[in-house]
């Protein structure tokens, strides 16, 4: 495959940046994208060029470390998947391919395709624990009955990987996917009881606090999140954020 890659590069969060042009060759369609752009990177150093900067981690689709906005999509044209497991068979042979960092004020770009989301770690200081004492007391989870439905939910709420496509995606660059799914994962479990109330009244004002936007309900984060969270989970949120309002 032949392909034109345009992409975003910024020295650091003080550079303006822009799009630059890389035309490449030798593409095979098995590839993965991070495949190709390690590529892309190799020509560029045997150039004595540098290289361009994204982050990657696991390449298994688990830590959320490889978020790329691609043709103006997060995570690339696939559905389901990260950025590690887009593979080049969904692009054509002499596609134009659009190549850029996640864009929202709490996502700062450090390099080229490289954002901070550390924003995502503070949201996560602020409540999304349970305080529980494991030393030397460590308690079988088959010993707590917990409804099977409660437990589903907790799971799949739990399968976010805070790459920040919800983020991204949305217009108002909102993280209420995000802080739903991380209140909902302990809200559904008699483990996250007992700090419930200060739980989602700290971790909704921290998100505040990070500059996200506002969910305005257009669906556009459940259907880019690789990880298929549902917007249940910011209905959740709600009604968590609510109820410890008025205990408040």
Known sequence: ???????????N??????IV??????IEPDMSFLEMLDVLNEQLINKGEEPVA????????????????????????????????????????GDTIFIEPFRAKA???IKDLV???????????AGGFISVNTSGNTIDANTIPINKDDADKSFDAAACIGCGACVATCKNSSAMLFV????????????????????????????DLEGFGNCTNTGA????CPKGISLENIARMNREYLSASLKG
């Open 1 to 11: 495959m032949k392909l034109t890659l345009k992409i975003w590069r910024q020295k």
């Open 13 to 18: 969060a003080q550079d303006k940046g822009g």
């Open 21 to 26: 042009d890389y035309p490449i060759d030798g």
């Open 54 to 93: 994204f982050d990657h981690d696991c390449r298994e689709g688990i830590c959320g470390m490889c978020s790329l906005f691609i043709n103006g999509e997060a995570h690339g044209p696939d559905r389901g998947v990260t950025t590690c497991q887009l593979h080049m068979r969904m692009f054509k042979d």
């Open 107 to 109: 996502f700062p770009v």
């Open 115 to 125: 954002v901070d989301r550390s924003s995502f770690d503070r949201i996560q200081h």
């Open 180 to 207: 739903g799914a991380k209140v909902s994962q302990f809200a559904l479990l008699p483990q996250g009881k007992v700090e419930a109330t200060d739980r989602v009244l700290h971790m909704v004002h921290q998100m």
């Open 221 to 224: 984060c459940e259907v880019e």
